[in-house]
Nanobody
Framework: QVQLEESGGGLVQAGDSLRLSCAAS????????MGWFRQAPGKERDFVAA????????NYADSVKGRFTISRDNAKNTVYLQMNSLKPEDTAVYYC?????????????????WGQGTQVTVSS
C-alpha cells in the first residue's frame, strides 16, 4: 500500500517555474514506477511524465518535453516535477501516481495509487 501527497502548486505567471513534490508513505515506494498526470476543468486526466523505480529512465508528454523534468529521491520517498517556462495551458490539477507494474506507462488506468492533487494556475 502506498499513500501519496502532492505539494508545491500555486498561482504563477507565464514563464515562471514551479517544483511539485509528491511524498509517499509505504516501504515499497522505491520499487514503484511513478507518474505525474494533470486534469484541467472539463477535460480528461492527461499524462505528463513518468519515471522508473531507479530513476534512470523517464518519459514525457510532447506538450511538456524540454520544459518539465521528473525526478525522484528514494531515500526521501519523494518524486518531483520541475516545471519551467510555464504556459497558461499548463493550468490544471496535478496528480502523482504509483504503479506496481514493471517499467512505466502513460496510461492512467495502469496506476493503482493516486494523490489528492495540487492546483497549478498559470496566468498570462
Amino acid at each position: 500500500q502506498v499513500q501519496l501527497e502532492e505539494s508545491g502548486g500555486g498561482l504563477v505567471q507565464a514563464g515562471d517555474s514551479l517544483r511539485l513534490s509528491c511524498a509517499a508513505s509505504g516501504h515499497t515506494f522505491s520499487s514503484y514506477p511513478m507518474g505525474w498526470f494533470r486534469q484541467a476543468p472539463g477535460k480528461e486526466r492527461d499524462f505528463v511524465a513518468a519515471i522508473t523505480w531507479s530513476g534512470t529512465l523517464t518519459n514525457y508528454a510532447d506538450s511538456v518535453k524540454g520544459r518539465f523534468t521528473i525526478s525522484r529521491d528514494n531515500a526521501k520517498n519523494t518524486v518531483y516535477l520541475q516545471m519551467n517556462s510555464l504556459k497558461p495551458e499548463d493550468t490544471a490539477v496535478y496528480y502523482c501516481a504509483a504503479t506496481p507494474r514493471r517499467g512505466f506507462t502513460s496510461i492512467p488506468g495502469a496506476y493503482s495509487y493516486w494523490g489528492q492533487g495540487t492546483q497549478v494556475t498559470v496566468s498570462s
